[in-house]
């Protein structure tokens, strides 16, 4: 199961997707697909045919995001939080080859096609929790158990 919780720049982010796709591209989409319609033929007809799927795609989206939404806690930062790892914050830590790696650690909604993050699920995340800088954090991976190292903790981007 996903965990509820969000950034507000994350919750931001699925408003803006959901606004999009009603206010603009469905729209959009459905005059396309009645004009392909008017044209007679559907069953021949690439036009009407695709955006229809397209249009259902769309749909099935909007559904989704306006469940989750509401499904969704956003988390703020918190003084409190300083010095140890919890949900947003920006973690840099090393392995004992001296591989780096940084990210924030965000809600499952926030991961796809960013890098630069960690859900809160995963167990690089779930390791990290409560920790400090210099504190040591064994992940447990596909491959095995790997020890990792804190080297910052950070609660605002390009902070240092």
């Known amino acids: 199961m996903k965990t509820k919780l969000i950034t507000r720049r ?10 999009h796709l009603w206010r603009t591209e469905r729209p959009e989409v459905t005059k396309k697909v009645a004009w392909a319609a008017s044209l007679g033929d559907r069953s021949e007809n ?3 045919q695709y955006n229809k799927k397209r249009l259902r795609e769309i749909d099935r989206r909007v559904r989704y995001l306006r469940k989750r939404l509401d ?14 790892v919890f949900f947003g914050a920006y973690v840099e830590v090393e392995d004992e ?10 809600g499952p909604d926030e991961i796809y096609d960013n890098k630069a993050v960690v859900s809160i699920d995963a167990p690089m995340a779930r390791a990290l929790l409560k920790k400090e800088v210099d504190d040591e954090a064994w992940v447990n991976t596909p491959n095995g158990r ?6 910052s903790i950070r609660y605002q981007p390009g902070e240092e």
């Open 97 to 106: 080859q001296g591989e780096v790696l940084a990210f924030q650690i965000v």
């Open 71 to 84: 499904e969704l806690r956003v988390v703020d930062y918190s003084p409190q939080q300083e010095g140890k």
């Open 146 to 151: 790997k020890l990792w190292y804190i080297n």
């Open 46 to 48: 690439a036009d009407y």
């Open 10 to 19: 994350g919750y931001l982010q699925l408003q803006t997707e959901l606004d």
